[in-house]
């Protein structure tokens, strides 16, 4: 019995260090186009706040992104404005303006830079959402934490999926609140 257990070890961690090996590559060469970005939810600064959490609310986002009259990014609204900028200052979502408590100028990524320099922006600077921009600076895409998380998940199922004993999976469907 012993010696099974020592050979299933064996097998579980050589899988393991190939996963590793594979997801550095894939950090190190993939770019952030893969992570199959959502199309970002685009507003004017003079938007209200209310509108903008209707739409958040309502395609299940994490973001919208504030642009000027041309379309070039000028800012970000997240979930986390929402708590702090908006109702942690007792501000009205019906009369308050995105301009007013968006973040403005945010950083922005393009779709060629590779995924660990996204990793990097929100594990250095404390991005969840970060959008994603053409050579113009107009919005094309949002990128977010979870959006890395399924990609980890899809480059090495097998560790994702194979828990140790006592831990749980839950339900595929079940959402919770992060």
């Known amino acids: 019995?012993?010696?099974?257990?020592?050979?299933?070890?064996?097998?579980?961690s050589?899988?393991?260090?190939?996963?590793?090996?594979?997801?550095?590559?894939?950090?190190?060469?993939?770019?952030?186009?893969?992570?199959?970005?959502s199309e970002p939810i685009r507003f004017l600064p003079d938007a209200s706040v209310q509108e903008a959490i209707d739409r958040m609310v309502e395609n299940h986002r994490a973001a919208v992104v504030v642009v000027d009259?041309?379309?070039?990014?000028?800012?970000?609204?997240?979930?986390r404005d929402v708590l702090i900028r908006v109702l942690g200052q007792g501000r009205d979502v019906r009369r308050t303006r995105l301009g007013e408590v968006m973040t403005p100028d945010p950083e922005a990524l393009s779709a060629q830079d590779r995924i660990c320099y996204a990793v990097n922006r929100m594990s250095t600077a404390g991005h969840r959402t970060i959008p994603l921009v053409d050579g113009e600076r107009r919005p094309i895409g949002i990128v977010t934490v979870n959006d890395i998380v399924k990609w980890l998940a899809d480059i090495f199922p097998e560790a994702v999926l194979n828990l140790r004993p006592g831990d749980t999976l839950k339900r595929p469907l079940q959402v919770d609140s992060g």
């Open 14 to 37: 050589e899988s393991l260090e190939q996963d590793f090996r594979k997801i550095d590559g894939a950090l190190l060469n993939d770019t952030v186009n893969l992570l199959a970005p």
């Open 69 to 79: 009259t041309d379309g070039r990014l000028i800012g970000i609204f997240t979930e």
């Open 1 to 12: 019995m012993e010696g099974q257990m020592s050979e299933f070890m064996d097998e579980y």
